[in-house]
């Protein structure tokens, strides 16, 4: 077998706070191919943005304690030096954000931002670096971008803003695009203008995508393969059919029972998963989800608190829950009733 | 619902902010219209759902019905008074009939006061000394909003995103108002917590007979709470009917774009294609001329830039729903949500 193009060995990140240590992540493997996309969902502290930070090597060293691999064709990044790191960001892998107006200088033209980036790593002059940035606006669809090149960030709409973070991102050609919540500060109509937009992009030079949400409906639209993040770790994996469609962790049948739909029943009330996210200083023991799980008690011996389920994975698909193949069969069977009639 | 009277009657509701520039005298050059021209009632125990897309006016619809801002035109009618232009002494005893829920469980609670300060403040201002005590009352409103009355003496940041909107609620549920204008109240929330916020709203609006006005971006969410559903565009209502006539039959281009933009968490449906609008909402500052919606519209013609089109019930309609536009669109085209149309075509 070649090796992936990306690939995560039981990564781990661990920050040091006056509190304690919070462990973010706690042992995340994946593999992502070429021209694929992989959606990850979690909720707020479930540790989805900084896996890929991680990915980038944005983490203060000085605070945060790095475990595992993150392999980019072979090249090992967490111990990479940051001049290596440094020669990778925004060439090779680049990230978009979910703010744009944040992630923009407002002191500069957005021209100049993206020819910034192009002319440090292919040393262009600055003539080329602009006509580059104009020709980037162009491809992400900003109307007059010869004109547009010289205004600065809050000339922009929202949507246009985070076009020309999307420009700049992928200015370099990069081969591994990570997007963080891109579209969740915009309105719906732009935001299906931005994942069509990532679609095209995609399709034309071949990007590895990982694509942060946790809107299931956008990973619905846009992923390929689909990761549920809980409390730092993965819960289930597989492709975007299995995993919406067959989900085999509780946490993910809860996460799409609880969403309002556009064609569901209505009248009835939602089921929302009782309790909160738990907290990363002190997670609970065994299964992290097991004090908000409707079927903990179904399970023996109280393993679901004693014991952390292992996440077997074949062939893309799996899920990290001590319930057995027939339990489930049985216990989330309502849930395909309720969801397609 | 027309027949009866309503316990809110608002008609050619207007909001213009100044905008001031020019040196030395700052004098006003132009208004931003963020809304300009609503019709639409409430009646008692009804929740109205608002939607629409950022800058389309609700969140400052919400602010007027509950006088925070002052109105630039029309009327608000509140149980047959008027209380449009009503002074701080006029609109005293309507203040707690009407309550507000926000967007932000962070910022909307002070973080220096008690959860049953917080939620006791209401009556304290309004002079209520509730039969047993204002503390006896404070413990069943977090008993009603499902908190543990023994946290009485918490401080908020003790508390989670959802348990603090939960506090929230608790507040607005203390004056027992008629009406509660809840502004993106879900939106903050993680999905999990989302749905507990919504269920809790939903019963508080059943069980106590309150109406509301739900404000939200989240046309999946205001399907599920609201009974009547107004969209809003640019600072006017562009379509209005009762849920399903909205979800099942929409109208207005701008609705079923709506609509069709929203993303699906299902993967065994049809794939269903999209109208794709292009371009971004125009600027409140200079809207465009007779329609609003028709520079991102594909059926715009003369007509629609001349003429603005009145909102009424389109022929085809069912009482009550009414629609804004010059070219409604037909239901046997394609049941909407999964309609399709080719939008460059369009284009």
Request: hydrophobic content about 40%; charged content about 20%.
């Given at each position: 077998m070649s090796t992936p193009f990306l690939s995560l060995r039981d990564l781990k990140v661990h920050f040091s706070t006056e509190d304690g240590i919070v462990k973010a992540v706690d042992g995340l493997s994946f593999d992502l191919e070429k021209g694929k996309t992989l959606g990850i969902v979690g909720e707020s502290g479930s540790g989805k943005s900084v896996t890929n930070m991680a990915i980038l090597g944005l983490h203060d060293p000085r605070n945060t304690t790095m475990d595992g691999e993150i392999l980019l064709e072979g090249k090992e990044l967490i111990s990479a030096s940051e001049s290596e790191l440094e020669k990778l960001r925004g060439n090779k892998m680049s990230m978009i954000f979910q703010d744009a107006l944040a992630s923009l200088s407002p002191y500069h033209t957005i021209g100049a931002q993206i020819a910034e980036t192009y002319r440090k790593h292919t040393g262009a002059s600055k003539k080329e670096a602009r006509a580059r940035a104009i020709e980037?606006?162009?491809?992400?669809?900003?109307?007059?971008?010869?004109?547009?090149?010289?205004?600065?960030?809050?000339?922009?709409?929202?949507?246009?803003?985070?076009?020309?973070?999307?420009?700049?991102?992928?200015?370099?050609?990069?081969?591994?695009?990570?997007?963080?919540?891109?579209?969740?500060?915009?309105?719906?109509?732009?935001?299906?203008?931005?994942?069509?937009?990532?679609?095209?992009?995609?399709?034309?030079?071949?990007?590895?995508?990982?694509?942060?949400?946790?809107?299931?409906?956008?990973?619905?639209?846009?992923?390929?393969?689909?990761?549920?993040?809980?409390?730092?770790?993965?819960?289930?994996?597989?492709?975007?059919?299995?995993?919406?469609?067959?989900?085999?962790?509780?946490?993910?049948?809860?996460?799409?029972?609880?969403?309002?739909?556009?064609?569901?029943p209505v009248d009835v009330p939602l089921?929302?998963?009782?309790?909160?996210?738990?907290?990363?200083?002190?997670?609970?023991?065994?299964?992290?989800?097991?004090?908000?799980?409707?079927?903990?008690?179904?399970?023996?011996?109280?393993?679901?608190?004693?014991?952390r389920p292992k996440l077997e994975v074949a062939e893309g698909r799996g899920s990290a829950c001590h319930l057995t193949v027939e339990q489930k069969r049985e216990l989330f069977s309502d849930y395909a009733a309720t969801r397609h009639n | 619902m027309s027949n009866t009277n309503p316990l809110l009657d608002v008609s050619g509701l207007t909001k213009h902010f100044p905008i001031k520039g020019g040196f030395p005298i700052r004098r006003t050059v132009g208004a931003v219209q963020a809304v300009d021209g609503l019709d639409f009632q409430v009646a008692e125990g009804e929740s109205l759902g608002l939607v629409g897309e950022s800058g389309c006016g609700k969140s400052t619809t919400g602010r007027l019905i509950t006088r925070l801002l002052e109105p630039t035109g029309g009327k608000i009618t509140?149980?047959?008074?008027?209380?449009?232009?009503?002074?701080?002494?006029?609109?005293?005893?309507?203040?707690?009939?009407?309550?507000?829920?926000?967007?932000?469980?962070?910022?909307?609670?002070?973080?220096?006061?008690?959860?049953?300060?917080?939620?006791?403040?209401?009556?304290?201002?309004?002079?209520i000394n509730p039969e047993g005590g204002r503390e006896k009352r404070v413990r069943e409103l977090l008993e009603i909003v499902g908190l543990n009355p023994e946290h009485y003496n918490r401080f908020p940041h003790e508390f989670s995103g959802g348990q603090r909107q939960r506090i929230g609620v608790a507040r607005a549920l203390a004056l027992e108002p008629k009406l509660i204008v809840a502004d993106e109240p879900v939106s903050a929330l993680d999905v999990s917590i989302q749905a507990q916020v919504v269920n809790l709203l939903q019963k508080v609006q059943r069980e106590l007979g309150i109406a509301f006005v739900f404000i939200?971006?989240?046309?999946?969410?205001?399907?599920?709470?609201?009974?009547?559903?107004?969209?809003?565009?640019?600072?006017?209502?562009?379509?209005?009917?009762?849920r399903d006539d909205l979800y099942d039959n929409p109208r207005h281009p701008y609705t079923r774009a709506l609509l069709s933009a929203v993303p699906e968490a299902t993967v065994d449906a049809e794939p269903r294609e999209r109208i794709r609008l292009v371009g971004d909402v125009p600027s409140p500052i200079n809207p465009p001329s007779g329609c609003r919606f028709r520079t991102r519209c594909w059926k715009a013609t003369e007509k629609c830039a001349t003429e603005a089109p009145p909102l009424v019930q389109a022929e085809g309609n069912k009482p009550g729903h009414l629609t804004a536009c010059h070219y409604p669109e037909t239901a046997d085209t394609v049941p909407a949500p999964r309609l399709s149309k080719d939008p460059e075509a369009a284009a």
């Open positions: 980037m606006l162009r491809r992400v669809g900003i109307p007059q971008p010869d004109v547009r090149v010289d205004d600065y960030p809050h000339q922009f709409s929202g949507g246009m803003r985070q076009r020309a973070m999307i420009a700049m991102a992928l200015v370099c050609d990069p081969e591994l695009l990570i997007a963080d919540e891109p579209t969740t500060a915009l309105d719906v109509t732009v935001q299906a203008q931005i994942m069509d937009l990532l679609k095209d992009l995609q399709q034309e030079f071949g990007t590895a995508i990982i694509f942060i949400t946790h809107d299931l409906g956008v990973i619905a639209d846009i992923a390929d393969d689909v990761l549920v993040m809980y409390g730092g770790r993965c819960v289930e994996r597989g492709t975007k059919k299995q995993v919406l469609s067959a989900p085999e962790h509780p946490y993910t049948l809860g996460l799409l029972n609880s969403m309002p739909s556009l064609d569901g089921s929302p998963i009782p309790g909160s996210p738990p907290s990363l200083l002190n997670p609970p023991s065994g299964c992290r989800f097991h004090p908000r799980c409707a079927f903990a008690e179904k399970v023996t011996d109280g393993r679901c608190s004693s014991e | 509140y149980r047959g008074q008027d209380i449009t232009h009503a002074d701080r002494k006029g609109l005293a005893p309507i203040r707690s009939e009407i309550q507000m829920i926000f967007q932000d469980p962070y910022a909307s609670l002070n973080p220096r006061q008690t959860v049953g300060k917080i939620i006791s403040g209401p009556m304290e201002i309004n002079g939200a971006h989240d046309l999946a969410v205001v399907r599920h709470f609201s009974q009547r559903v107004a969209v809003m565009y640019l600072g006017k209502i562009v379509e209005i009917a009762d």
